[in-house]
């Protein structure tokens, strides 16, 4: 520990009583490890969706202003009542951003499992990742081979472990196929690659022509464009071919997901020798996953049947569900696939005090499909 500095530079996000949210970088004590932790210098650390719900939250970011504090950057915005109701939990909270992230284990407590990983490049997952440093159990540090590139390693846990989950769910809940929505991002590429080896039929729903060319261009099959005037009739053709009767939506809001499930049900109705006033027998499901679009989940039950369910997913519960033998499997098919399956591609790449410029921050903000920033907590 002679050689860490003694202060680590963090970003943190407070909700304020009087409507305001402030994202800034303070200096914090550095950590010291106990016997089954390590700490960990961060070399890179994606900003995913899932960050950006703690890291914004419900401000409205079009009244972002910048300014500074212990000449270190501070970013205010304003927050609406209603981004206050859901954001009640926190306020006057400052809390640590960043899920995933990568870099060298550079001190370990005393313990062997600790003390083995030392010198180590690994990926790690816990939260508190936009930082300089990062002390947590050795258990969230998974190590990668020797001459791994921090960009490969950083984004190693997110994506790569819910994109498995997702074929391991349909597995599990004996489906055959899926439907998958925001099909251009980098998870979707992923699960194109995944559902190519593993051999289960994917029907990819993206936003325009670009994107159906980008994701034919590493070898999807079915890519249907949610812009286009026969889109329906290109979706249900889709899901009839493939049998997919699970979906996985990461918009969230709007029709999308009742479009789904309308379209497997269409896709049923096709197969079936007699009618039925009820509909098709076959069960439907859409998990919900992400919240790409705000606006509230709209649709119409009378469209599908009766047979068909729409739920939430989150990677964590999965994972404590399928048990460590499962879990493992996932985690070393990452490693093994990291620079091929795995990979994720980065259009920009920031500082952490650049991550506090107003126009970045409103940047990264908007989400935009083939935009994802990578943080560099060392420059």
Known sequence: ??????????????????????????????????????????????????????????ADMSTARASERDGLPVLTADVPPAGMRAMAGRIGEAMAIGNEGCGIVVAAGASAEAQALLGK????????????????????????????????????????????????????????????????SNLGQMLVKICAKDGIPLVNIVRSDAQVALLKGIGAQYVVNSSADDFMDRLIDAIAETGATIGFDATGGGKLAGQILTAMEAAAVRRMTSYSRYGSDTFKQVYIYGAL???????????????????????????????????G????????????TFKSHYSHEISLTEALDVETAQAYNAKRTGEKYLIRPHG
């Open 121 to 184: 490049t690994v990926a790690v997952l816990g939260g508190e990742m936009y930082a300089e440093y990062r002390c947590l159990p050795v258990q969230m540090a998974m190590p990668l081979p020797d001459g791994t590139d921090p960009r490969d390693g950083a984004s190693c846990f997110v994506n790569p472990l819910t994109s498995l989950a997702f074929t391991e769910t349909t597995r599990m809940e004996g489906h055959s196929a899926i439907v998958h929505t925001a099909a251009a």
């Open 293 to 327: 679009d705000l606006s509230p989940t709209t649709f119409s039950a009378r469209s599908f049947g009766l047979t068909w369910a729409l739920g939430g997913f989150l990677l964590t519960p999965f994972l404590a569900k399928a048990g460590a033998e499962v879990v």
């Open 1 to 58: 520990m002679t050689d860490l500095p003694q202060t680590n530079l963090t970003m943190v996000t407070l909700v304020k009583p009087e409507g305001q949210l402030e994202v800034s970088l303070e200096r914090r004590p550095m950590p010291e490890p106990k016997p089954h932790e390590v700490v960990v210098k961060l070399l890179a650390a994606p900003i995913n969706p899932s960050d950006l719900g703690l890291l914004f939250g419900g």
């Open 329 to 340: 499997r996932m985690r070393q098919r990452v490693v093994d696939e990291l620079t091929t």
